[in-house]
Protein backbone atom coordinates (compact mmCIF):
# COMPACT_ATOMS: atom_id res chain seq x y z
CA UNK A 1 0.00 0.00 0.00
CA UNK A 2 1.20 3.41 -1.08
CA UNK A 3 1.71 6.16 1.52
CA UNK A 4 1.64 9.69 2.00
CA UNK A 5 4.58 11.63 1.26
CA UNK A 6 5.01 13.44 4.57
CA UNK A 7 4.63 9.12 6.20
CA UNK A 8 5.98 5.97 5.56
CA UNK A 9 2.66 4.54 6.26
CA UNK A 10 -0.90 5.27 5.51
CA UNK A 11 -2.97 6.89 7.52
CA UNK A 12 -5.49 5.54 9.60
CA UNK A 13 -8.65 6.33 7.36
CA UNK A 14 -6.73 4.33 4.30
CA UNK A 15 -5.72 1.72 5.81
CA UNK A 16 -9.15 1.19 7.29
CA UNK A 17 -10.56 1.72 4.30
CA UNK A 18 -8.06 -0.14 2.62
CA UNK A 19 -7.13 2.00 -0.13
CA UNK A 20 -3.96 4.17 -1.36
CA UNK A 21 -2.97 6.88 0.87
CA UNK A 22 -2.60 9.87 -1.49
CA UNK A 23 -0.48 12.44 -0.57
CA UNK A 24 -3.73 15.14 -0.69
CA UNK A 25 -5.92 12.74 1.98
CA UNK A 26 -7.98 14.76 3.56
CA UNK A 27 -7.76 12.54 6.98
CA UNK A 28 -4.11 11.78 7.11
CA UNK A 29 -3.05 14.45 9.14
CA UNK A 30 -5.59 14.18 11.85
CA UNK A 31 -6.10 10.38 11.89
CA UNK A 32 -2.38 9.35 11.92
CA UNK A 33 -1.64 5.38 11.86
CA UNK A 34 -1.22 5.22 15.18
CA UNK A 35 -4.42 6.29 16.30
CA UNK A 36 -6.76 3.06 14.27
CA UNK A 37 -9.81 3.41 17.20
CA UNK A 38 -10.41 7.42 16.53
CA UNK A 39 -11.17 6.65 12.66
CA UNK A 40 -13.00 3.39 13.26
CA UNK A 41 -15.43 5.31 15.79
CA UNK A 42 -16.27 7.87 13.01
CA UNK A 43 -16.71 5.88 10.17
CA UNK A 44 -19.01 3.40 12.39
CA UNK A 45 -21.26 6.63 13.40
CA UNK A 46 -20.89 9.08 10.61
CA UNK A 47 -19.30 7.68 7.50
CA UNK A 48 -15.93 8.17 5.66
CA UNK A 49 -17.98 10.07 3.63
CA UNK A 50 -19.61 12.13 5.63
CA UNK A 51 -16.72 13.21 7.71
CA UNK A 52 -14.98 13.45 4.60
CA UNK A 53 -17.58 16.47 3.17
CA UNK A 54 -18.07 17.74 6.66
CA UNK A 55 -14.19 18.55 6.31
CA UNK A 56 -14.27 19.73 3.14
CA UNK A 57 -16.77 22.23 3.96
CA UNK A 58 -14.79 24.00 7.07
CA UNK A 59 -11.83 26.04 6.91
CA UNK A 60 -8.43 24.64 6.98
CA UNK A 61 -7.67 25.72 11.08
CA UNK A 62 -11.00 24.35 11.76
CA UNK A 63 -10.54 20.41 11.01
CA UNK A 64 -8.41 19.32 13.46
CA UNK A 65 -11.36 21.06 15.79
CA UNK A 66 -13.98 19.01 13.59
CA UNK A 67 -12.36 16.07 13.70
CA UNK A 68 -11.64 15.84 17.00
CA UNK A 69 -15.00 16.58 18.15
CA UNK A 70 -16.30 14.01 15.96
CA UNK A 71 -14.37 11.94 17.53
CA UNK A 72 -15.67 12.67 21.17
CA UNK A 73 -19.45 12.37 19.99
CA UNK A 74 -18.72 8.76 17.92
CA UNK A 75 -17.25 7.58 20.98
CA UNK A 76 -20.06 9.29 23.34
CA UNK A 77 -22.82 7.81 20.74
CA UNK A 78 -20.31 3.81 21.10
CA UNK A 79 -20.65 3.67 24.38
CA UNK A 80 -23.98 5.43 25.13
CA UNK A 81 -25.88 4.34 21.91
CA UNK A 82 -29.25 5.80 23.35
CA UNK A 83 -28.05 9.87 24.15
CA UNK A 84 -24.90 10.00 22.84
CA UNK A 85 -22.99 12.95 24.25
CA UNK A 86 -26.64 14.87 24.48
CA UNK A 87 -26.97 12.93 27.97
CA UNK A 88 -23.71 15.15 29.26
CA UNK A 89 -25.57 18.19 28.11
CA UNK A 90 -28.49 17.83 29.58
CA UNK A 91 -26.67 16.80 32.70
CA UNK A 92 -24.04 20.35 32.52
CA UNK A 93 -27.67 22.49 31.98
CA UNK A 94 -28.86 21.05 35.06
CA UNK A 95 -26.36 21.88 36.94
CA UNK A 96 -26.47 25.45 35.52
CA UNK A 97 -29.67 26.08 36.52
CA UNK A 98 -28.94 24.65 40.03
CA UNK A 99 -26.21 26.53 40.54
CA UNK A 100 -27.99 29.57 39.40
CA UNK A 101 -30.26 29.39 41.42
CA UNK A 102 -28.09 28.90 44.87
CA UNK A 103 -25.93 31.45 43.45
CA UNK A 104 -29.34 33.68 43.77
CA UNK A 105 -30.44 32.77 47.34
CA UNK A 106 -27.22 32.98 48.66
CA UNK A 107 -26.85 36.66 46.63
CA UNK A 108 -30.22 37.63 48.35
CA UNK A 109 -28.80 36.72 51.93
CA UNK A 110 -26.01 38.66 51.39
CA UNK A 111 -27.87 41.42 50.83
CA UNK A 112 -30.56 40.91 53.61
CA UNK A 113 -27.11 41.06 55.45
CA UNK A 114 -25.92 44.10 53.70
CA UNK A 115 -29.40 45.85 54.36
CA UNK A 116 -30.83 44.79 57.69
CA UNK A 117 -27.88 42.79 59.65
CA UNK A 118 -30.33 40.08 60.36
CA UNK A 119 -29.48 36.72 59.93
CA UNK A 120 -31.20 35.35 56.84
CA UNK A 121 -32.68 31.67 57.07
CA UNK A 122 -30.28 28.72 57.14
CA UNK A 123 -28.96 26.74 54.06
CA UNK A 124 -31.49 23.95 54.72
CA UNK A 125 -34.13 26.05 54.87
CA UNK A 126 -33.88 27.46 51.65
CA UNK A 127 -33.13 24.30 49.67
CA UNK A 128 -36.16 22.78 51.05
CA UNK A 129 -37.86 25.54 50.24
CA UNK A 130 -36.33 25.27 46.42
CA UNK A 131 -36.62 21.81 46.18
CA UNK A 132 -40.61 21.94 46.52
CA UNK A 133 -40.81 23.80 43.29
CA UNK A 134 -39.48 27.05 41.69
CA UNK A 135 -38.87 28.46 38.21
CA UNK A 136 -35.74 28.06 35.62
CA UNK A 137 -36.20 31.11 34.87
CA UNK A 138 -32.87 32.35 36.14
CA UNK A 139 -30.96 29.92 33.33
CA UNK A 140 -31.48 32.54 30.69
CA UNK A 141 -28.06 33.87 29.69
CA UNK A 142 -26.75 30.15 27.67
CA UNK A 143 -27.90 31.16 24.30
CA UNK A 144 -30.01 28.58 22.81
CA UNK A 145 -30.04 25.73 25.23
CA UNK A 146 -31.50 22.69 24.45
CA UNK A 147 -33.81 24.38 20.95
CA UNK A 148 -35.38 21.32 19.74
CA UNK A 149 -37.54 19.81 22.14
CA UNK A 150 -38.51 16.36 21.94
CA UNK A 151 -41.67 16.46 20.28
CA UNK A 152 -43.03 12.71 19.93
CA UNK A 153 -42.63 11.40 23.80
CA UNK A 154 -43.06 12.94 27.00
CA UNK A 155 -41.14 9.82 28.96
CA UNK A 156 -37.52 10.31 27.77
CA UNK A 157 -36.86 13.94 28.21
CA UNK A 158 -33.17 13.40 29.57
CA UNK A 159 -32.94 17.23 29.45
CA UNK A 160 -35.36 17.82 32.46
CA UNK A 161 -37.59 20.47 31.40
CA UNK A 162 -38.87 20.97 27.48
CA UNK A 163 -38.41 24.36 26.58
CA UNK A 164 -40.67 25.79 23.91
CA UNK A 165 -41.90 23.35 20.44
CA UNK A 166 -39.41 22.89 16.92
CA UNK A 167 -36.47 24.57 16.99
CA UNK A 168 -34.85 27.13 15.03
CA UNK A 169 -35.65 25.49 12.08
CA UNK B 1 -44.48 12.14 -2.99
CA UNK B 2 -47.48 10.74 -1.60
CA UNK B 3 -49.09 7.65 -0.30
CA UNK B 4 -50.92 5.94 -2.64
CA UNK B 5 -54.62 5.53 -2.38
CA UNK B 6 -53.78 8.01 0.55
CA UNK B 7 -53.80 11.42 1.67
CA UNK B 8 -51.23 11.57 3.96
CA UNK B 9 -47.86 12.72 3.23
CA UNK B 10 -44.39 11.11 2.31
CA UNK B 11 -42.41 11.91 5.67
CA UNK B 12 -38.81 14.22 5.12
CA UNK B 13 -36.95 11.43 4.67
CA UNK B 14 -39.06 9.75 2.43
CA UNK B 15 -39.49 13.07 0.30
CA UNK B 16 -35.36 13.66 0.35
CA UNK B 17 -34.91 10.49 -0.89
CA UNK B 18 -37.19 10.93 -3.15
CA UNK B 19 -39.12 7.50 -2.20
CA UNK B 20 -42.40 5.93 -1.30
CA UNK B 21 -43.26 6.36 2.02
CA UNK B 22 -44.86 3.19 3.74
CA UNK B 23 -46.66 3.04 6.57
CA UNK B 24 -43.63 0.85 7.77
CA UNK B 25 -41.25 3.63 7.09
CA UNK B 26 -39.20 3.94 10.37
CA UNK B 27 -38.20 7.27 10.20
CA UNK B 28 -41.27 8.77 9.28
CA UNK B 29 -42.35 9.35 12.96
CA UNK B 30 -39.66 11.74 13.71
CA UNK B 31 -39.04 13.65 10.61
CA UNK B 32 -42.24 15.54 9.66
CA UNK B 33 -42.64 16.35 5.93
CA UNK B 34 -43.26 20.05 6.88
CA UNK B 35 -39.81 20.20 8.53
CA UNK B 36 -36.74 19.37 6.12
CA UNK B 37 -34.05 20.82 7.31
CA UNK B 38 -34.73 18.48 10.62
CA UNK B 39 -33.81 15.71 8.21
CA UNK B 40 -31.41 17.21 6.13
CA UNK B 41 -29.04 18.22 8.91
CA UNK B 42 -29.30 14.49 10.10
CA UNK B 43 -28.64 12.80 6.65
CA UNK B 44 -25.46 15.15 6.37
CA UNK B 45 -24.26 14.33 9.66
CA UNK B 46 -24.96 10.89 10.59
CA UNK B 47 -26.48 9.41 6.81
CA UNK B 48 -30.13 7.29 6.41
CA UNK B 49 -27.85 4.18 6.93
CA UNK B 50 -26.50 4.74 9.98
CA UNK B 51 -29.12 6.15 11.67
CA UNK B 52 -31.12 3.08 11.14
CA UNK B 53 -28.04 0.60 12.13
CA UNK B 54 -28.56 3.04 15.26
CA UNK B 55 -32.27 2.46 15.96
CA UNK B 56 -32.09 -1.41 15.23
CA UNK B 57 -29.84 -2.00 17.69
CA UNK B 58 -32.23 -0.47 20.24
CA UNK B 59 -35.39 -0.97 22.10
CA UNK B 60 -38.46 0.46 21.08
CA UNK B 61 -38.89 2.34 23.99
CA UNK B 62 -35.51 3.91 23.48
CA UNK B 63 -35.99 5.02 19.57
CA UNK B 64 -37.84 8.56 20.04
CA UNK B 65 -34.97 8.70 22.82
CA UNK B 66 -32.55 8.00 20.44
CA UNK B 67 -33.78 9.92 17.53
CA UNK B 68 -33.97 12.89 19.67
CA UNK B 69 -30.55 13.07 20.42
CA UNK B 70 -29.32 12.34 16.91
CA UNK B 71 -31.62 15.28 15.84
CA UNK B 72 -30.17 17.38 17.82
CA UNK B 73 -26.59 16.69 17.69
CA UNK B 74 -27.16 16.94 13.72
CA UNK B 75 -28.55 20.74 14.72
CA UNK B 76 -25.53 21.68 16.45
CA UNK B 77 -23.40 20.48 13.91
CA UNK B 78 -25.80 22.75 11.64
CA UNK B 79 -25.58 25.22 13.58
CA UNK B 80 -21.19 25.04 14.27
CA UNK B 81 -20.25 22.89 11.96
CA UNK B 82 -16.43 23.24 13.19
CA UNK B 83 -17.46 21.93 17.00
CA UNK B 84 -20.87 20.56 17.22
CA UNK B 85 -21.99 19.50 20.40
CA UNK B 86 -18.44 19.48 21.56
CA UNK B 87 -18.38 23.07 21.88
CA UNK B 88 -21.86 23.11 23.38
CA UNK B 89 -20.49 21.02 26.52
CA UNK B 90 -17.48 23.30 26.60
CA UNK B 91 -19.00 26.51 26.81
CA UNK B 92 -21.89 24.80 29.54
CA UNK B 93 -18.26 23.93 31.71
CA UNK B 94 -17.17 27.12 31.50
CA UNK B 95 -20.70 28.24 32.39
CA UNK B 96 -20.32 26.03 35.24
CA UNK B 97 -16.63 26.86 36.52
CA UNK B 98 -17.97 30.79 36.06
CA UNK B 99 -21.16 29.99 38.37
CA UNK B 100 -18.77 27.97 40.86
CA UNK B 101 -16.02 30.88 41.04
CA UNK B 102 -18.64 33.34 41.91
CA UNK B 103 -20.80 31.31 44.17
CA UNK B 104 -17.76 30.52 46.43
CA UNK B 105 -16.72 34.12 46.36
CA UNK B 106 -20.51 34.59 47.67
CA UNK B 107 -20.45 32.29 50.19
CA UNK B 108 -17.21 33.67 51.71
CA UNK B 109 -18.85 36.81 51.63
CA UNK B 110 -21.37 35.60 53.41
CA UNK B 111 -19.50 34.06 56.11
CA UNK B 112 -17.60 37.29 56.78
CA UNK B 113 -20.86 39.07 57.48
CA UNK B 114 -21.65 36.52 59.93
CA UNK B 115 -18.88 36.21 61.93
CA UNK B 116 -19.27 39.86 62.08
CA UNK B 117 -22.10 40.12 62.91
CA UNK B 118 -21.14 37.59 65.70
CA UNK B 119 -18.64 39.65 66.73
CA UNK B 120 -20.93 42.82 67.24
CA UNK B 121 -22.70 40.67 68.91
CA UNK B 122 -20.50 39.73 71.75
CA UNK B 123 -18.43 43.02 71.98
CA UNK B 124 -22.02 44.75 72.74
CA UNK B 125 -23.12 42.22 75.29
CA UNK B 126 -19.60 42.44 76.87
CA UNK B 127 -18.90 45.91 76.75
CA UNK B 128 -20.22 48.79 79.52
CA UNK B 129 -22.49 51.42 78.92
CA UNK B 130 -20.20 54.37 78.89
CA UNK B 131 -18.23 52.76 76.26
CA UNK B 132 -21.25 52.11 73.69
CA UNK B 133 -19.98 55.85 71.56
CA UNK B 134 -16.51 53.66 71.36
CA UNK B 135 -18.36 50.45 70.05
CA UNK B 136 -20.71 52.08 67.68
CA UNK B 137 -17.46 54.09 66.02
CA UNK B 138 -15.82 50.71 65.96
CA UNK B 139 -18.62 49.13 64.73
CA UNK B 140 -19.04 51.73 61.74
CA UNK B 141 -14.76 51.00 60.92
CA UNK B 142 -15.23 47.63 61.11
CA UNK B 143 -18.22 47.13 58.46
CA UNK B 144 -17.04 47.05 55.25
CA UNK B 145 -17.35 49.89 52.59
CA UNK B 146 -19.55 48.32 49.73
CA UNK B 147 -17.28 49.79 47.13
CA UNK B 148 -14.93 47.31 48.61
CA UNK B 149 -16.48 44.12 47.84
CA UNK B 150 -15.39 43.58 44.54
CA UNK B 151 -12.03 44.04 45.57
CA UNK B 152 -12.31 41.05 48.07
CA UNK B 153 -13.98 39.09 45.59
CA UNK B 154 -11.05 39.43 42.95
CA UNK B 155 -9.07 38.49 45.98
CA UNK B 156 -10.92 35.66 47.64
CA UNK B 157 -11.65 34.78 43.69
CA UNK B 158 -7.90 34.76 43.46
CA UNK B 159 -6.95 32.52 46.44
CA UNK B 160 -9.58 30.21 46.52
CA UNK B 161 -8.66 29.37 43.15
CA UNK B 162 -4.82 28.88 43.84
CA UNK B 163 -6.06 26.86 47.13
CA UNK B 164 -8.24 24.75 46.05
CA UNK B 165 -6.68 20.83 46.04
CA UNK B 166 -9.20 19.69 43.56
CA UNK B 167 -8.47 21.39 40.88
CA UNK B 168 -6.36 19.48 37.97
CA UNK B 169 -6.62 19.99 34.48
CA UNK B 170 -7.53 17.04 32.55
CA UNK B 171 -7.02 16.19 29.34
CA UNK B 172 -9.78 14.13 26.78
CA UNK B 173 -8.75 10.57 27.57
CA UNK B 174 -9.59 9.47 24.30
CA UNK B 175 -6.71 10.47 22.42
CA UNK B 176 -3.22 11.61 21.84
CA UNK B 177 -1.97 14.87 23.18
CA UNK B 178 -1.49 16.67 19.97
CA UNK B 179 -5.20 16.84 19.98
CA UNK B 180 -5.09 19.19 23.06
CA UNK B 181 -4.42 21.91 21.09
CA UNK B 182 -7.80 21.93 19.29
CA UNK B 183 -9.66 21.91 22.56
CA UNK B 184 -7.64 24.89 23.61
CA UNK B 185 -8.57 26.67 20.54
CA UNK B 186 -12.41 25.56 21.59
CA UNK B 187 -12.01 27.31 25.26
CA UNK B 188 -10.29 30.00 23.66
CA UNK B 189 -13.30 30.58 21.58
CA UNK B 190 -15.79 30.68 24.23
CA UNK B 191 -13.65 32.21 27.29
CA UNK B 192 -13.50 35.99 27.03
CA UNK B 193 -12.16 37.29 30.10
CA UNK B 194 -11.07 35.10 32.21
CA UNK B 195 -6.93 35.41 32.67
CA UNK B 196 -6.88 33.94 35.99
CA UNK B 197 -7.05 30.23 35.03
CA UNK B 198 -5.25 28.41 31.83
CA UNK B 199 -7.82 25.50 30.63
CA UNK B 200 -11.07 25.82 33.12
CA UNK B 201 -13.57 23.95 30.81
CA UNK B 202 -11.50 20.33 31.89
CA UNK B 203 -10.93 21.70 35.55
CA UNK B 204 -12.59 19.50 38.19
CA UNK B 205 -14.93 21.35 40.01
CA UNK B 206 -15.18 20.90 44.10
CA UNK B 207 -19.21 21.60 44.02
CA UNK B 208 -19.55 19.02 41.57
CA UNK B 209 -19.62 16.08 43.79
CA UNK B 210 -23.38 17.12 44.85
CA UNK B 211 -24.39 15.71 41.25
CA UNK B 212 -22.72 12.83 41.24
CA UNK B 213 -25.18 10.64 42.43
CA UNK B 214 -27.45 11.81 39.63
CA UNK B 215 -25.03 9.96 37.28
CA UNK B 216 -25.24 6.23 38.80
CA UNK B 217 -27.70 5.01 36.93
CA UNK B 218 -27.05 6.02 33.33
CA UNK B 219 -24.43 4.63 31.13
CA UNK B 220 -24.21 8.09 29.40
CA UNK B 221 -22.99 9.73 32.46
CA UNK B 222 -20.05 7.37 31.95
CA UNK B 223 -18.69 10.32 29.52
CA UNK B 224 -19.42 13.33 32.10
CA UNK B 225 -18.44 11.62 34.88
CA UNK B 226 -14.69 11.27 33.97
CA UNK B 227 -14.84 15.00 33.25
CA UNK B 228 -16.86 15.96 36.12
CA UNK B 229 -15.85 14.00 38.88
CA UNK B 230 -13.73 15.88 41.37
CA UNK B 231 -12.32 15.75 44.78
CA UNK B 232 -14.53 17.15 47.81
CA UNK B 233 -13.15 20.18 48.97
CA UNK B 234 -13.69 21.00 52.51
CA UNK B 235 -15.73 24.57 51.99
CA UNK B 236 -15.02 25.46 55.53
CA UNK B 237 -11.75 25.06 55.70
CA UNK B 238 -11.67 27.08 52.49
CA UNK B 239 -13.25 29.66 53.87
CA UNK B 240 -11.43 29.71 57.38
CA UNK B 241 -8.27 29.92 55.01
CA UNK B 242 -9.63 32.93 53.27
CA UNK B 243 -10.66 35.18 56.44
CA UNK B 244 -7.05 34.21 57.52
CA UNK B 245 -5.56 35.22 54.78
CA UNK B 246 -7.26 38.82 54.32
CA UNK B 247 -6.21 41.07 57.18
CA UNK B 248 -8.51 43.51 55.36
CA UNK B 249 -11.21 43.90 58.78
CA UNK B 250 -8.79 43.47 61.32
CA UNK B 251 -6.52 46.46 60.02
CA UNK B 252 -9.54 48.71 58.98
CA UNK B 253 -10.08 48.30 63.46
CA UNK B 254 -6.60 48.79 64.00
CA UNK B 255 -6.13 51.89 62.35
CA UNK B 256 -8.98 53.66 62.62
CA UNK B 257 -8.63 52.85 66.54
CA UNK B 258 -5.13 54.34 66.39
CA UNK B 259 -6.50 57.64 64.17
CA UNK B 260 -9.31 58.10 66.55
CA UNK B 261 -6.92 57.84 69.76
CA UNK B 262 -4.49 60.10 67.58
CA UNK B 263 -7.14 63.04 67.32
CA UNK B 264 -8.33 62.72 70.58
CA UNK B 265 -4.77 62.82 72.61
CA UNK B 266 -2.53 65.57 72.68
CA UNK B 267 -0.08 66.54 69.82
CA UNK B 268 2.63 64.85 72.42
CA UNK B 269 0.68 61.58 71.77
CA UNK B 270 0.35 62.27 67.70
CA UNK B 271 4.74 63.11 67.80
CA UNK B 272 5.21 59.90 69.74
CA UNK B 273 3.15 57.92 67.71
CA UNK B 274 5.22 59.45 64.70
CA UNK B 275 8.06 57.69 66.69
CA UNK B 276 7.36 54.58 66.97
CA UNK B 277 5.96 54.36 63.62
CA UNK B 278 9.70 55.48 62.58
CA UNK B 279 11.49 52.86 60.58
CA UNK B 280 14.87 53.95 61.92
CA UNK B 281 16.84 51.35 62.71
CA UNK B 282 18.79 53.48 65.10
CA UNK B 283 15.62 53.77 67.11
CA UNK B 284 17.02 53.05 70.91
CA UNK B 285 14.88 50.31 72.46
CA UNK B 286 14.40 52.31 75.63
CA UNK B 287 13.20 54.73 73.65
CA UNK B 288 10.22 51.72 72.36
CA UNK B 289 9.60 50.64 75.85
CA UNK B 290 8.84 54.17 77.10
CA UNK B 291 6.17 54.51 74.14
CA UNK B 292 5.01 51.42 74.71
CA UNK B 293 4.20 52.78 78.38
CA UNK B 294 3.14 56.30 77.41
CA UNK B 295 0.75 54.40 74.92
CA UNK B 296 -0.86 52.29 77.53
CA UNK B 297 -1.29 55.26 79.66
CA UNK B 298 -2.90 57.29 77.07
CA UNK B 299 -6.04 55.27 76.36
CA UNK B 300 -6.24 54.74 79.80
CA UNK B 301 -6.54 58.46 80.00
CA UNK B 302 -8.52 58.81 77.31
CA UNK B 303 -11.28 55.99 78.23
CA UNK B 304 -11.64 58.12 81.94
CA UNK B 305 -12.35 61.41 79.82
CA UNK B 306 -15.49 59.68 78.51
Redesign the interface.
Known amino acids: MASSSYSNSPCAACKFLRRKCMPDCIFAPYFPPEEPQKFANVHKIFGASNVSKLLNEVLPHQREDAVNSLAYEAEARMKDPVYGCVGAISVLQRQVIRLQKELDATNADLMRYACNHEMPPSQSERRNNNNMGGSSHHFGQNSGGLYFACPWSTDHDPCGDQRGGGGNM | MTLKGGTSQACAACKYQRRRCTAECLLA??FPPD?P??FQNAH????V??ILK?LE??DP??K??????????A?E?D?D?????????C???Y??WH??Q??HS??T??EI??QH?HQQQQISSNMPHHDQHVTSQLERGMAPP?NALPLLSDHTTAQAYNAMPGLAVTQ?E???NN?N???D??VFMDSKDNNNVGNPLWAQYP??TT?NS??NN???????SQ??VSQPLDVQQQVVQDCDEMPFFMDDRQSFADSKEAYESSSEESVLKDTTQSLDPVADIELKNAAACFSLTSVTAATDHK
Open positions: PYQKIKLFGKNIKLEQAAAMWSIIYENRRPAHGCLGKIQLRQILEELVHHLCRHSHAYSTDAYAVYSNENNSSMAIQMV
